[in-house]
């Protein structure tokens, strides 16, 4: 049974950093890409970072690159998403995803998600 459990969400202040985790079980972590999709109210889940399972190739949606950074451990089977220099634009749930495919850029293609963490940013 695959597993993909979020921590490390929160209230933080603008300008402030938060670096969420997900802990991977039940699959082999290396043969899976990783995403960290978020989920605003009212909004559609939009991808914003993924990995290769290599850990070698990655990808930043264009309103987070400079200040979110995405990375694994493949021994640990964990992914991470630094965030730094939050804004209150970026209050949403944030979902972890895996997927087969190298590198996935929609939500279809993702076979396994966690539950979902809250970051709240306030102003």
């Known amino acids: 049974q695959v597993q993909l459990v979020e921590s490390g969400g929160g209230l933080v202040q603008a300008g402030g950093s938060l670096r969420l985790s997900c802990a991977a079980s039940?699959?082999?972590?290396?043969?899976?890409?990783m995403g960290w999709f978020r989920q605003a109210p009212g909004k559609g889940r939009e991808l914003i970072v993924a990995?290769?399972?290599?850990?070698?190739?990655?990808y930043h949606e264009n309103s987070v690159k400079g200040r979110f950074t995405i990375s694994r451990d493949n021994e640990k089977n964990s992914v991470y998403l630094q965030m730094n220099s939050l804004r209150p634009e970026d209050t949403a749930v944030y979902y972890c995803?895996?997927?087969?495919?190298?590198?996935?850029?929609?939500?279809?293609?993702?076979?396994?998600w966690g539950q979902g963490t809250q970051v709240t940013v306030s102003s």
């Open positions: 995803a895996a997927t087969r495919t190298f590198l996935a850029f929609t939500a279809q293609r993702y076979d396994y």
């Open positions: 039940g699959l082999t972590f290396s043969n899976y890409a």
């Open positions: 990995i290769s399972g290599s850990g070698n190739s990655t």
